[in-house]
């Protein structure tokens, strides 16, 4: 394990906000157990706990934590200046912080999404999820690490597209859709495990590119913004 | 406490890095923080003086690249600091913010600081810069139940571990208690000795005086004075004075006063005398000896502008 990923690790895990992670995959592991035990149709329960709360909310949220926090934290305390003082190519600094961020996501996201891919259908439907939910893993949080360095509102900007863009211009602009993370995960999943409680407009082909695209592209943004990293001057 | 018999590591590098500066400016919108300096720092220590707010700390992050000039350019050997990583061989920087990973104890952290310079024996370059700035006693304690002091300590040991010919510090003994700041002093002193170049900004003209022979002041974003530190200080207390005196006739005093030559000026208020004078010691042996003689008794004598920005100003004039 790089220095720069044991060190982003530690910082990680070791923080408060770490705990922040828990509620979200918990709820969903909860509503699946509630669903299933209480007899209820998969049909019925399988969209909105899968989708409308898996994949909509918990992906976006846990990634939107921890993707801002891997390199923001360390940004807003100032800590970054130790990283930076060395003489490290900035792509070993950003490549070890966004495969901790992506692998912590992938793991948190993945477990919850995996049993109540189980419960609602088969073990092959767990597993696609699961697989599809650790793919959009990096892809949000190659976006958020990104916009970590591009703002000071990271957290803010990542709510904004997460609920505005995905979650409401989706529903309505179906046009968005082709834009939106989300519905990669939604057609990856569905492709590795085709079922009808997954759906959505954006083929498979066009998923799979956007996903690389936008997981290279603003990690090379990431890396430029970072060559170019500027202290706030003294505000006193 | 063990004697500090340790010693900085000598390399093979070449010794005596230069780092330039010429013409940098740097404005933020409408605001210009540091306004055409231009210097050449060499091997020992250097000392950046300026008031709070004079643009050191915005010289110093360009100097460390991390801030890009607005114009002019900063180089460490003729190599930009600026978008340049391999810089941070040999340069160290030990920023005024007091930022450290508080989840790591000090070993751990410099530790970390030198697996990330890839140095050929992370733990003994560790060890030996802890060694250094004396924090054996702590190392394997977590840096959050640190004391300011010994997390400047720390935070400069990770800046030394990589025994850099450059080493840049701002404001380094904020927060240090007595002891703590005499053998920071100590340090620097013996790095300069031995061929690194230093450079530590303060606003405190005592630190600098003991410190370092050479100093950089800098005014307003402006470098107002630089070279021997004795010349500017007799610059300094050489300066004309304004005095606020009250006496028991102020008229008959301010004619008394304009008779001398180190006088040069007195101006008659509701409050009493504005005496300018141009030779501080002249004029406080002097007054005494005036005032008497014509049956006056001084009832205040109050320095008016003995604050160090006044000091600092008067040298952009001079």
């Known amino acids: 394990m790089s220095t720069v990923s044991w060190i982003t690790a530690r910082g990680l895990l070791g923080r408060r906000r770490f705990l922040l992670l828990f509620p979200l995959p918990v709820l969903l592991i909860l509503l699946a157990v509630l669903s299933r035990a209480l007899g209820v149709d998969p049909g019925e329960w399988g969209p909105p706990v899968l989708v409308g709360l898996g994949l909509a909310v918990v992906l976006p949220v846990i990634a939107l934590i921890v993707g801002t926090g891997v390199l923001g934290a360390e940004i807003d305390d100032g800590t970054v200046v130790h990283l930076l003082t060395k003489p490290l190519p900035r792509w070993q600094i950003v490549l070890p912080k966004l495969a901790v961020a992506a692998g912590v996501t992938a793991v948190t996201v993945a477990v919850p999404l995996y049993v109540a891919g189980v419960l609602a259908s088969s073990v092959r439907v767990g597993l696609a999820l699961a697989a599809a939910a650790s793919i959009g893993a990096l892809a949000y949080c190659a976006f958020f690490l990104a916009l970590s360095l591009v703002t000071r509102r990271p957290v803010l900007l990542g709510l904004v597209y997460v609920l505005i863009w995905e979650g409401l211009l989706g529903n309505f602009v179906s046009g968005t859709k082709v834009l939106s993370i989300q519905q990669y995960v939604i057609a990856l999943a569905d492709r590795f495990a085709p079922t009808e409680l997954l759906g959505t407009d954006v083929s498979v082909p066009v998923a799979a590119v956007m996903s690389t695209l936008i997981a290279v592209g603003f990690t090379a943004l990431a890396v430029d913004r970072l060559r170019s990293f500027s202290v706030a001057g003294e505000t006193s | ?318």
């Open chain 2, 1 to 318: 406490m063990s004697v500090t018999s340790v010693e900085p590591r000598s390399t093979s590098a070449p010794t005596g890095s230069r780092l330039d500066l010429a013409g940098v400016s740097r404005w933020y919108g409408n605001v210009v923080a540091v306004n055409d300096v231009s210097m050449i720092l060499g091997p020992g220590v250097t000392g950046l003086l300026g008031p709070n707010g004079a643009g050191k700390t915005t010289l110093l992050h360009m100097m460390a690249g991390f801030l890009a000039p607005s114009r002019g350019a900063v180089t460490l050997d003729g190599a930009p600091t600026w978008r340049n990583p391999e810089v941070y061989r040999r340069l160290g920087l030990v920023s005024e913010r007091e930022a450290v990973h508080t989840f790591l104890t000090a070993y751990e952290f410099v530790l970390a600081s030198a697996r990330l310079h890839q140095l050929p024996d992370p733990a003994e370059a560790a060890r030996r810069a802890i060694a250094l700035v004396e924090l054996e006693g702590a190392q394997s304690r977590r840096i959050g139940t640190y004391s300011k002091g010994m997390r400047q300590r720390a935070r400069v040991a990770a800046a030394l571990v990589h025994d850099p010919q450059v080493l840049l510090l701002d404001e380094p003994f904020n927060g240090m208690d007595p002891r703590q700041r005499l053998h920071m002093m100590d340090l620097l002193h013996r790095l300069g000795g031995a061929g690194r170049t230093i450079l530590f900004s303060s606003h405190i003209l005592e630190e600098v005086e003991q410190l370092s022979g050479t100093v950089q002041v800098m005014v307003a974003g402006r470098l107002a004075a630089s070279g021997d530190f004795r010349t500017i200080r007799r610059l300094m207390t050489n300066r004309p004075h304004v005095f606020a005196v009250r006496s028991t006739d102020d008229r008959a005093l301010a004619v008394a006063l304009m008779a001398e030559p180190s006088v040069t000026g007195v101006e008659l208020g509701q409050a009493g005398l504005t005496v300018r004078v141009s030779d501080y010691g002249a004029f406080t042996r002097v007054l005494p000896k005036v005032a008497p003689a014509r049956g006056i008794r001084v009832r205040q004598l109050v320095p008016e502008d003995e604050s160090l920005e006044s000091v600092f100003s008067y040298l952009v004039e001079a």
